[in-house]
């Protein structure tokens, strides 16, 4: 630590008689900037976050202090004419960068109370110094006419040991010059560690010299754009400004614009603490708030701060931000879910499976800003299916418990995030195979609630059928066909002759399919049916297959119409087969003017077949009896009155001897 010479006791007594004496008869001047009502800074935005924004900012009362104890409820952020509050608020302290400029001139070898000016100087600069907190971000800088000597070290002995050294400096062979304050000019403009952190100069100088003052505005206009004040101890005597004023006003001038002060030094005041200087430059605050900005574009903020009597407000700045909604897209969505029917283990009941899907999509913020989500929705065919209001956003569990037949279903997702932006994706299909159920009637009826009228129902039904086939069988009996066929004497049966002693030579009938005649026709006024056939094999129809509508009897399609069109879209054909190898628009049966029915193939994929020969593109004309296959079902083309066909008889012919 340094040490000063100290007088005797007397002699302090008579030194301090006379401080207050010229204290009282010549004012000392202290000039600096200071703001009346204190102000408030805004000093940068930070959208990088968005739409969670930072501001940062200084607040300074009308001393010029800063205040560093505003609570968040006491900043308010104005965005274009929106006031929002601040969700939270903290003081930072990045440091402060000092650079101590040195003037050093035989001036300053002048002695108050048997000790110089100097000595004065670096004894309190020492003191400051070893005051400081440990871990104190500081950069101290120390420049003198002959170069820089310590520069941005934050090591409290590497200042005392430069200042020791400059203890030791003969004065008398020192020459006043502004090179020491023009190197911490230049070294204040350099970027330091840390761009938040400001920076001040300590001009320590006796009065300069006239042909030094013609460089003062320049160096007061380079530090006006860098924000660095410049506080100026000036050594010199009492009567200074008065006696020379064109040496001590450009000093003073530079002081002021720059934004600093300047203390007028003649030994025998105490010499100002620095952090009174350095305070108001060592903090600002970061406030955070939540945007309301839903658009991009420029936008002014600014900031109010009601503490008490103390109201403030800054200057608005811009901030530009790019908003866009958020940009939703299926993550490898299914193209096909096949839905077949499964036994539980611990259960015999089949059940359709999966009975649920899982989707997946991600979110892009095309804007650059990731944000919290209000919603995610999943529209399938365009109706709300799955929406969710918490995380997870990106998961759908898509319900399939109610598609229970083949389809085509178009889905998209819609997202909105908290800014209450909306965007939906494109539309992407997803087909849906069901297999088709078992049949199962015992167990329908069994599980009937209408057990009675269903049993009912069915009485009668067979009631009906009976009473039909007997009129029917009755009707042919007595047609003219069936009486000349049983009036033809070449359709009798022959009994075996036994003029010759041999019983009748025995032939087996002729095996070939025969179908009923009158079985369909009791059923209906239909002139002819398709009978589905349960199982032909190689082509016939899978036993999957089944017939639609099933309220048909004995699962057989009527032909009434002049025209009759089958395929498995019940939209476009008058009857569905529902089978993967049956076309929308399958064949067409027509009934011709003669009576007969004609067969085409519709375009379809599987083909249409009679009696296992596909069908040309001229169709193909039915008969009675004839196996026609659609895809792979397999129907029996029946009349309800077919020709009558003849059955050969052969009997014993007695030849001539």
């Known amino acids: 630590m340094l040490q000063i010479r100290r007088l005797p006791s007397s002699r302090l007594l008579y030194t301090f008689l006379i401080t207050i004496i010229l204290g009282v008869m010549i004012p000392v001047p202290h000039a600096s900037g200071q703001d009346t009502t204190g102000k408030v800074v805004l000093s940068g935005i930070n959208s990088d976050s968005f739409p969670t924004m930072g501001v940062e900012f200084e607040v300074y009362d009308p001393s010029g202090g800063f205040v560093t104890d505003l609570q968040a409820g006491d900043v308010t952020i104005q965005e274009d004419d929106g006031l929002l509050p601040a969700t939270s608020l903290e003081l930072l302290q990045p440091g402060v960068q000092l650079t101590i400029a040195f003037n050093l001139s035989p001036e300053l070898s002048n002695r108050y109370a048997g000790v110089t000016r100097l000595a004065n100087i670096l004894e309190r600069l020492a003191q400051w110094s070893q005051a400081q907190p440990a871990g104190s971000p500081d950069q101290i800088s120390l420049a003198t006419n002959t170069g820089l000597q310590l520069i941005r070290s934050q090591s409290p002995q590497e200042l005392e040991a430069v200042l020791f050294d400059l203890g030791n400096i003969d004065l008398q062979a020192e020459q006043s010059s502004l090179n020491a304050l023009t190197r911490a000019v230049d070294l204040a403009a350099e970027p330091g560690t840390d761009q938040k952190m400001k920076s001040a100069i300590l001009y320590i100088t006796?009065?300069?010299?006239?042909?030094?003052?013609?460089?003062?505005?320049?160096?007061?206009?380079?530090?006006?754009?860098?924000?660095?004040?410049?506080?100026?101890?000036?050594?010199?005597?009492?009567?200074?400004?008065?006696?020379?004023?064109?040496?001590?006003?450009?000093?003073?001038?530079?002081?002021?614009?720059?934004?600093?002060?300047?203390?007028?030094y003649t030994g025998q005041e105490a010499l100002p603490d620095l952090d009174g200087y350095l305070n108001p430059r060592r903090y600002r605050y970061r406030a955070i708030y939540d945007s309301k900005i839903d658009a991009g574009g420029s936008y002014d903020v600014n900031l109010k701060i009601q503490r008490g009597d103390l109201q403030l407000t800054s200057e608005s700045r811009p901030v530009f931000v790019n908003v866009l909604p958020p940009n939703p897209i299926f993550l490898s969505p299914p193209a096909k879910i096949e839905r077949v029917w499964?036994?539980?283990?611990?259960?015999?009941?089949?059940?359709?499976?999966?009975?649920?899907?899982?989707?997946?999509?991600?979110?892009?913020?095309?804007?650059?800003?990731?944000?919290?989500?209000?919603?995610?929705?999943?529209?399938?065919?365009?109706?709300?299916?799955?929406?969710?209001?918490?995380?997870?956003?990106?998961?759908?569990?898509?319900?399939?418990?109610?598609?229970?037949?083949?389809?085509?279903?178009?889905?998209?997702?819609?997202?909105?995030?908290?800014?209450?932006?909306?965007?939906?994706?494109?539309?992407?299909?997803?087909?849906?195979?069901?297999?088709?159920?078992?049949?199962?009637?015992?167990?329908?009826?069994?599980?009937?609630?209408?057990?009675?009228?269903?049993?009912?129902?069915?009485?009668?039904?067979?009631?009906?059928?009976?009473?039909?086939?007997?009129?029917?069988?009755?009707?042919?009996?007595?047609?003219?066909?069936?009486?000349?066929?049983?009036?033809?004497?070449?359709?009798?049966?022959?009994?075996?002759?036994?003029?010759?002693?041999?019983?009748?030579?025995?032939?087996?009938?002729?095996?070939?399919?025969?179908?009923?005649?009158?079985?369909?026709?009791?059923?209906?006024?239909?002139?002819?049916?398709?009978?589905?056939?349960?199982?032909?094999g190689g082509l016939s129809a899978t036993p999957k297959s089944h017939l639609s509508p099933s309220s048909n009897p004995a699962s057989a399609i009527p032909l009434s119409r002049r025209e009759t069109s089958l395929g498995s879209d019940a939209q476009v054909v008058h009857y569905?087969?529902?089978?993967?190898?049956?076309?929308?628009?399958?064949?067409?049966?027509?009934?011709?003017?003669?009576?007969?029915?004609?067969?085409?193939?519709?375009?379809?994929?599987?083909?249409?077949?009679?009696?296992?020969?596909?069908?040309?593109?001229?169709?193909?004309?039915?008969?009675?009896?004839?196996?026609?296959?659609?895809?792979?079902?397999?129907?029996?083309?029946?009349?309800?009155?077919p020709?009558?066909?003849?059955?050969?008889?052969?009997?014993?012919?007695?030849?001539?001897l």
Do not use: C
């Open 576 to 641: 569905k087969i529902s089978s993967p190898t049956v076309s929308p628009l399958h064949a067409r049966i027509l009934q011709t003017s003669e009576g007969g029915f004609m067969i085409q193939d519709a375009g379809s994929v599987a083909g249409t077949w009679v009696n296992y020969a596909p069908v040309p593109a001229q169709g193909v004309l039915l008969r009675h009896g004839d196996l026609v296959q659609i895809g792979k079902v397999a129907f029996r083309f029946e009349l309800a009155n």
């Open 206 to 264: 006796p009065l300069p010299g006239a042909a030094s003052l013609a460089a003062l505005p320049n160096l007061a206009d380079r530090v006006l754009l860098q924000d660095t004040p410049i506080y100026v101890w000036l050594v010199g005597s009492a009567s200074a400004p008065s006696s020379l004023p064109e040496l001590y006003t450009p000093l003073e001038n530079l002081a002021v614009q720059s934004g600093g002060s300047l203390f007028l």
């Open 342 to 536: 499964e036994k539980a283990v611990d259960s015999d009941e089949a059940t359709l499976q999966p009975a649920s899907s899982a989707i997946q999509i991600v979110v892009e913020f095309s804007d650059g800003h990731p944000r919290p989500l209000k919603a995610t929705r999943l529209f399938v065919n365009g109706e709300l299916a799955v929406e969710n209001t918490r995380e997870p956003f990106e998961s759908f569990i898509w319900d399939l418990t109610d598609y229970q037949t083949d389809g085509r279903y178009m889905l998209n997702v819609e997202v909105e995030d908290d800014l209450g932006l909306v965007r939906r994706s494109i539309d992407t299909p997803v087909d849906i195979s069901v297999e088709p159920a078992e049949p199962d009637l015992v167990k329908s009826i069994l599980n009937s609630d209408d057990l009675l009228i269903f049993g009912g129902v069915l009485a009668a039904g067979v009631v009906l059928v009976l009473a039909l086939g007997l009129v029917g069988r009755r009707a042919h009996q007595n047609s003219p066909a069936s009486r000349r066929a049983r009036e033809d004497p070449l359709t009798q049966p022959v009994g075996p002759r036994k003029d010759n002693g041999k019983p009748a030579a025995s032939f087996a009938p002729v095996d070939r399919p025969t179908w009923p005649r009158y079985a369909v026709g009791s059923l209906s006024s239909a002139p002819a049916w398709l009978l589905r056939v349960p199982d032909t």
């Open 643 to 656: 020709p009558e066909e003849r059955q050969p008889r052969i009997s014993n012919r007695q030849e001539p």
